[in-house]
């Protein structure tokens, strides 16, 4: 009978606690008649949520910071070792401030609880791929942005790669203009070499 009475207390304080605090060493001292061990629980620490209500607050700020390092080094593995010194300081300048403005725009499109389930690819395109990342939604795996460079070579005027970039909105359809940069006369390497 005395066994019965613990083992449904265990289970009543398990439940009643939602599990965070197990008096284990009750099932585990079932035969124990000591009167100390009869009284005695463990509980789990148990943390107040609003202590750490801050940490837990998504900061769109943050997030949008973080998304726009990420592109800016994305972008940099995609140009190599062999373009990325030529066309560094232009890209800085003129494309990336293009870029977090798209992302900010695209930040402002979406409430906050869907913001956190976007993700940046993590492998831009190789060689003639015009991919530099794409940001997708985690939960349903679809695209919402796709960041390109694509390399234009009009005649007689040599190469330019053209930054872009897509939206779901029209199906991935129309270039959204970022800015263009000036190579040279003669054929860019591949991407990432």
Not at 6 to 33: D, Q
Not at 97 to 111: C, G, K, T, V, W
Not at 154 to 163: A, E, H, R, T, V
């Amino acid at each position: 009978m005395n066994n019965w009475i613990r083992k449904s207390f265990v289970v009543l304080v398990s439940i009643l606690t939602f599990g965070l605090v197990t008096p284990t060493h009750l099932i585990n001292n079932v035969n124990a008649e000591k009167p100390n061990n009869r009284d005695i629980f463990e509980t789990i620490p148990f943390t107040n949520p609003e202590e750490n209500l801050e940490e837990a607050i998504f900061s769109k700020d943050e997030f949008l910071e973080e998304l726009i390092h990420q592109a800016e080094l994305q972008s940099y593995q995609k140009f190599g070792t062999r373009i990325k010194p030529v066309i560094e300081n232009e890209f800085r300048d003129v494309i990336m401030p293009n870029i977090e403005r798209a992302l900010q725009d695209m930040a402002n499109q979406f409430p906050d609880e869907d913001l956190v389930n976007l993700v940046m690819t993590e492998s831009p395109g190789k060689g003639q791929s015009e991919k530099i990342f794409h940001i997708k939604n985690n939960v349903t795996n679809k695209d919402v942005l796709r960041f390109h460079v694509r390399r234009d070579n009009p005649p007689q005027d040599g190469y330019w790669f053209n930054f872009h970039y897509h939206t779901y909105h029209d199906g991935f359809q129309s270039h959204n203009e970022l800015g263009a940069i000036y190579w040279d006369k003669n054929t860019p390497p591949k991407w990432m070499s």
